[in-house]
């Protein structure tokens, strides 16, 4: 933070003549600040006590019912500003790795859901596939039969094997 700032500057910020802000200082008993080229200026704190000078003139008030104790009880000091801006900023900073934190629980826990719901339906596949295997199979069976038929063999019982089936009477003069 600078401390120093020349006259110039200060007449810019606070928008008025060089001539009313030494009126305002002499009034109210500022000591103007020499730097060291030999410029004169004010602080950073003197500049908010003008500011805040202006401000109560804006609203109405004359220089003599204007309250310096006023300015001065507005005003923050700096170490207790810089103080509690430092502890918002820790609060903010632990909120922030509270929420990464918390976030990354979020995520694991779906991940590991959808990984249990992956193997759930991988399961069902797989029973589908042996249902659907079964079924061919079974499909297959009568087919093999039917083929059996189809090569003039009948199956015999007990594991004899098959037997040639003979052709009708019709079946040979047809």
């Known amino acids: 933070m600078r401390t120093f700032i020349d006259v110039a500057e200060l007449s810019q910020r606070l928008e008025i003549d060089f001539t009313t802000l030494k009126q ?3 009034y109210f008993g500022m000591e103007w600040k020499v730097n060291e080229l030999g410029h004169e200026g004010l602080t950073e704190n ?4 003008l500011v805040s000078i202006k401000s109560q003139l804006q609203l109405g008030k004359v220089l003599d019912e204007i309250d310096l104790d006023e ?3 507005n005003m923050v000091d700096a170490r207790v500003y810089e103080n509690k801006l430092n502890h918002v900023i820790e609060q903010v900073t632990d909120l922030e790795q509270r929420i990464s934190q918390k976030a990354d629980e979020v995520v694991s826990y779906q991940l590991l859901k959808q990984r249990s719901e992956l193997e759930e339906m991988f399961e069902k596949l797989t029973r589908l596939e042996q249902r659907i295997s079964k079924m061919e199979n079974k499909v ?4 093999q039969h039917e083929m059996d038929y189809n090569h003039n063999e009948l199956p015999l019982a007990a594991g004899e094997g098959t037997k040639k089936k003979r052709r009708t009477l019709l079946e040979i003069f047809s």
């Open 46 to 49: 003197q500049l908010k006590t």
């Open 140 to 143: 297959k069976q009568p087919e």
């Open 24 to 26: 305002w200082t002499n």
């Open 71 to 73: 300015v001065k009880a």
